[in-house]
Structures are given as C-alpha cells and as structure tokens.
C-alpha cells in the first residue's frame, strides 16, 4: 500500500519526473520514521540516481534525516563472496595503495590478505552483505579513500559501496582535491579518453566538458564522477562525436 503524506507525495513526484533519475520496475518505497525522518528502501538503474535521489530527499522541506536503503542494479548478478574476491583484487592490484594493508571480514573471522608496509599507517577492511561492499579501517590519505571506493564501485555485482575508511593523519578537503581525484580516476578507466575531458570543481559540484565518443562513454565518465567520495553534484556537458 501506498502511503500519503504530504512530504511522501512531494518526493515521489520529484522522483518520478527527475529527468536524470532512473527507476528500475520495482518500486521505490518511501516512509516515515518519528514523522519527519525519512526511510529510503529499493533500486535505481545508476549511481547517479542513486545520488540525484538522496539530494531530493534532503532539500525536501520537513525532512530532519534520511535512512539511505537505496541500491543500484548490479551490472552483473554475483555471489557476495564474488564481489569482495573481485574487491580484494582490485585492492591488491592497485600501484598507489600498494604499501596499504588488506583484509577480508566475512561474518567474524577477519583475515589479513596484506599486512601494511613497515612505516605506513593504513589498512583497509572489505566486507560484503547482499552486494553492498563496506570499506572500514584508515587509510594514509584522502585520495587513496577516494579511490578505494571507487575500485569497489567498478565491481560489476556490486550494489552500493559504504565508504567508511578514515584517513590518518586527517586531511583539509578543497576543491582542487576534488578535482584531482576525478582526473586519477576518469585516467584509469580503460574504457574512457580521459585526455578529451576537462574536469572543474566548485562547491563539490564538479563540471565535465570536453568530447566522447559515443553516449555509452558519456554516461560511464558521469557515474565515474559519482563513485568519487565527496562529490554532490555533476554538470555533465560532454559533448559525444558523430561517428
């Protein structure tokens, strides 16, 4: 049953006539907690809509906190023990997180895969529950966070990524950062010409310009952008080549 409700109804028809969010054929189910927090449970088609969901919650008037249970279609159905093997390689494969310790937890048992290097402070923990992968431990730096986070996203199985990594000793975060973590990362996707993209960050909404080549492309530099930890906005004005 569909509940009413005046910040319910505000909600569900932003939702639903948002050019840029995506539903998927199951519903999106929204509720009450305490009578102004809201309860977000469901699936969306992307991370972006993902995102572009949560922001409409939170700038909807009456809404005092938000219960995030929303998840994003895997690209490719996988077992939680796939995901975090597919993780915990992307990890271990990483250059820049190579001195970065690893390991798995799976229920209670927490087993070190890569002790972290003499003189270096960080390790990272991977846990996996019905597809959402959660980052825990600390880490040297808030750009090997941010990229973490990202490697976790780039599993196809999986269905969120909770990026709970701390970073020691803490970091000022600025725009530039910002801007310089979607460089590194739009870099090492293969499947993207990062060299045809400008990036440009301003109050953590950050602005791509430049040329693609083809809309597939266009749309994975945009949900690049969105795996990036402390992105709020994207301006996505790339341009794709005719053939």
Known sequence: ????????????????????????????HLSLEKGDVLILDGEVQDVASKKLL????????????????LHVVPAK???????????????????TLR????RVRDGGEVRVLRPTAPGVRGCIEVRVEDGVVTLDGDINSLAAKRLAGVLAWWVPGARD?????????????????????????LDKDPFIDAG???VDTHGRTVTLRGVVHGEAQRRMAENDVWYVFGVDQVENHLTVLAP
Do not use: F, K, W
């Open 161 to 185: 990524v909770v990026n709970g990594l701390g970073v020691e000793p803490p970091e000022s975060d600025n725009d530039a950062e910002l801007s310089e973590a979607v460089h590194v990362v």
């Open 54 to 69: 949560l922001e409409v919650a939170a700038s909807t008037r009456g809404v005092s906190g938000i219960v995030d249970r």
């Open 1 to 28: 049953m569909t509940t009413a409700h005046p910040i319910l109804d505000s909600i569900r028809d932003a939702m639903e006539h948002h050019p840029n969010i995506h539903l998927t054929p199951r519903p999106v």
């Open 77 to 95: 159905p996988m077992s939680d023990t796939e995901v975090r093997q597919h993780v915990v390689d992307a990890l271990l494969d990483e250059p």
């Open 196 to 198: 045809e993209i400008a």
């Open 99 to 102: 001195d970065c310790g690893v």
